[in-house]
């Protein structure tokens, strides 16, 4: 499966800061933009990244796409 490094990137910016808001502020781009990444990431893997959305906690699946953003 094929997934955009960059959003991986996004998923590791908005895990390690806990915040949609503060990671969208670091990447430049919008909270939406980052909420509409996510959920398109997480259909894409069937599965949900993301245990809450504030703070922004990753689930087991999320930990482990997280790493590969670092």
Do not use: C, Y
């Not at 910016?13 to 909270?31: C, G, P, R, W, Y």
């Not at 933009?33 to 245990?51: D, F, N, Q, T, V």
């Amino acid at each position: 499966m094929q997934i955009d490094p960059r959003h991986l990137v996004q998923l590791a910016v908005i895990v390690d800061k806990a915040s949609f808001t503060e990671a969208a502020h670091e990447l430049n781009v919008t909270q939406p933009a980052l909420s509409k990444m996510i959920g398109l990431l997480e259909k894409r893997l069937g599965a949900p990244l993301l245990s809450q959305r504030r703070p922004a906690l990753a689930t087991p699946l999320g930990k482990r796409w997280h790493s590969r953003g670092d």
